[in-house]
């Protein structure tokens, strides 16, 4: 087991080991305290991890009430959010009670964002299931719900009180979930450590505990520097500005995972183009992404994906901030406007 310790508006652990769950009570009732603890999750984890997590929080002297959510992206929604905070509200819920999220990215945005409105802000510890949500999403306090004219429309910024990942619950994640997550994986390699990127070179099985502790250490240090993303935070976007636009185009058919593996692939080829990057860097991440079944294009044309990134909430704008990379293990972010994205984007797509 290890600790990170994230120094961000509220300082906070992350907490990373095998077979944890069971210590989920111990450790909530340290870092968050309260007397009542309300677990969010959906149907999917309800079923395989919720009971434990009940006994664990019970043992450590909580009452502990439940709030399943259907699963699936499209209940990260307002509907949702107004359930959770009239449930808080009849479980009377104090703002010194914790919230305690058990799920993959929709369950801990949503009840992230609940509990940074309930009271005007309650505990909240993050229990992540998913391997995109133990690297990503439950580290640095962006929560975040979908309104109907676009993904992460509303939300705010509120630090957890802990994080618990505990990896053995990954083991009953579906295949595509999990290479989902590893190309959040492999974007950490490219913008930030060329050690890890080549550790992904090795079955990710035998060494998840390491890589997963890797990641969430390179996200606390960009956090840390710039937690509410004005600057360097902009480098985990890397792929996610074509990554966006290819899930928009699909109507969020491809998965988020697949989507940034396209837009790494196009941003580095089109880096590797313009001389920005050696071309090994560009086969480097093909053969990577490759190797984890991920795409390495989209059959979206290009007019259609700047069209879709115009409509990008993270556009500056007539500027979009892009990271591109210089190596593996380094990035730069580049302030472009719409025609330079149109050229990176026609430059990354043609596979010559
Ligand atoms: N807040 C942030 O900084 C941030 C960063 C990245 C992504 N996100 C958000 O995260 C969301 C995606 O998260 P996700 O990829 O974890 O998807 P998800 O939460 O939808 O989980 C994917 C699926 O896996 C199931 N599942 C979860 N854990 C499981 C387990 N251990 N065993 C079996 N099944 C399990 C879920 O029920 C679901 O069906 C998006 O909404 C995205 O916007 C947020
Ligand atoms: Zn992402």
């Known amino acids: 087991m290890r600790t990170i310790a994230v120094t961000a508006s509220k300082r906070y652990n992350v907490i990373v080991g ?4 069971n210590d989920a009570g111990t450790i909530i009732a340290k870092s968050a305290g309260g007397q009542v603890a309300a677990i969010v999750t959906d149907d999917n984890i309800a079923m395989l991890y919720a009971e ?15 709030y399943v959510i259907p699963h699936g992206e499209h209940n990260k929604n307002a509907n949702t959010f107004l359930s959770l905070l009239n449930f808080f509200a009849e ?8 919230v305690v999220a058990l799920g993959g990215g929709v369950v801990g945005d949503v009840a992230g964002f ?9 505990r909240f510890v993050q229990i992540p299931t998913t391997l995109l949500a133990m690297v990503d999403s439950s580290v640095g306090g962006k929560t975040a719900i979908n309104l109907d004219r676009g993904k992460n429309l509303a939300g705010t910024f509120y630090q957890p009180d802990a994080v618990i990942c505990d990896v053995s619950l990954l083991s009953t994640l579906s295949d595509a979930v999990f290479h989902d997550g590893c190309a959040e994986v492999i974007k950490y390699g490219i913008i930030a450590d060329t050690d890890l ?14 890589v997963i502790a890797r990641c969430i250490t390179i996200k606390r240090d960009i956090v840390v520097e710039d937690e509410f993303d004005n600057g360097v935070r902009k480098l985990l976007n890397f792929g996610h500005v074509v990554g966006h636009a290819v899930e928009l185009l699909s109507e969020y058919r491809t998965s988020h995972g697949k989507a940034i593996a396209a837009g790494m692939a196009i941003v580095t080829r089109a880096a590797a183009r313009m001389g920005i990057c050696e071309p090994h860097t560009l086969y480097d991440l093909l053969h990577m992404l490759h190797e984890y079944k991920l795409p390495v294009n989209t059959t979206y044309k290009a007019d259609e994906l700047v069209d879709a990134c115009l409509s990008d909430k993270k556009r500056d704008g007539e500027y979009f901030h892009l990271a591109v990379p210089e190596r593996i293990g380094k990035c730069v972010i580049k302030k472009i406007s719409i025609e330079e994205l149109e050229l990176f984007i026609r430059l990354g797509q043609e596979e010559r």
């Open 18 to 21: 095998r077979e944890i769950l």
């Open 52 to 66: 434990r997590l009940n006994v664990a929080l019970a043992n450590s002297g909580y009452r502990v009430v439940q």
């Open 91 to 98: 479980h009377r819920l104090s703002h010194k009670d914790v």
């Open 114 to 122: 609940a509990a940074a409105c309930y009271m005007r802000g309650i």
């Open 197 to 210: 990127f080549e550790s992904l070179k090795k079955p990710l099985n035998t060494q998840l505990e390491d």
